[in-house]
Structures are given as structure tokens and as C-alpha cells.
């Protein structure tokens, strides 16, 4: 079995830093890209940011310039930092790992429990 466990939500005022991070844990062979999304009341789940097993990133508009990601292969951990957050930021932030290679020879696709991060105005 595999899980992914995220940390470091919370709340925040507008203009100031979150770090969340997503550990994966379990019967892992390697993980390929990893990714970041959120979702708000009432909105649907929407992408934040994507990470290659490589370093190769990708990240919404509405977050580009403001939020990092990053990752750590040998500890199979994700990480997202948010600067210059927003009100608009405000949502569940949810870990993904689509790719998990197991070492019962399955490819499984897994996402963490969610954590929140408020961004107060």
C-alpha cells in the first residue's frame, strides 16, 4: 500500500507564506511527475503545479511568478511554496502522484487526504 500525507497548511494573511509538503510512503519502486491542485468552495479540483521525476515544472497562470514546487526523489517527497498569497488562494490543497511504481509491479495512481490553507484579507 502507498500513501501520501501532506503538511503545512494553515492560516495566513494576504501578502504573506505557506510551505506545504507531500510525503509518499509505502511499497514504492519510483514515482514520475507529482503535482499540486486546490479546490475551493463550491469550485471544481483545478492543477497548481506539476513536477517531473526530471525538475521539469508547470504551473497554473493564477499562480505563476508567486508558488514553487519542488521535490526531493530520494525522499519521495513534493513541495509547494506559496508566496504573495491571495484571498483567492484559500482552498484544499491536495498532493498527486498519477505514476507510482510499486514493488508488487502495479502502476497506481494516488492523492493525499487534503490540506487547507486560508489566506485572510
Known amino acids: 500500500q502507498v500513501q501520501l500525507v501532506e503538511s503545512g497548511g494553515g492560516l495566513v494573511q494576504a501578502g504573506g507564506s505557506l510551505g506545504l509538503s507531500c510525503a509518499a510512503s509505502?511499497?514504492?519502486?519510483?514515482?514520475?511527475?507529482m503535482g499540486w491542485y486546490r479546490q475551493a468552495p463550491g469550485k471544481q479540483r483545478e492543477l497548481v503545479a506539476t513536477?517531473?521525476?526530471?525538475?521539469?515544472?508547470t504551473y497554473a497562470d493564477s499562480v505563476k511568478g508567486r508558488f514553487t514546487i519542488s521535490r526531493d526523489n530520494a525522499k519521495n517527497t513534493v513541495y509547494l511554496q506559496m508566496n504573495s498569497l491571495k484571498p483567492e488562494d484559500t482552498a484544499i490543497y491536495y498532493c498527486?502522484?498519477?505514476?507510482?511504481?510499486?514493488?508488487?509491479?502495479?502502476?497506481?495512481?494516488?492523492w493525499g487526504q487534503g490540506t487547507q490553507v486560508t489566506v485572510s484579507s
Open positions: 509505502g511499497s514504492i519502486f519510483s514515482i514520475n511527475a
Open positions: 498527486h502522484a498519477p505514476r507510482v511504481f510499486t514493488t508488487w509491479n502495479g502502476v497506481m495512481d494516488y
Open positions: 513536477i517531473t521525476r526530471g525538475g521539469s515544472t
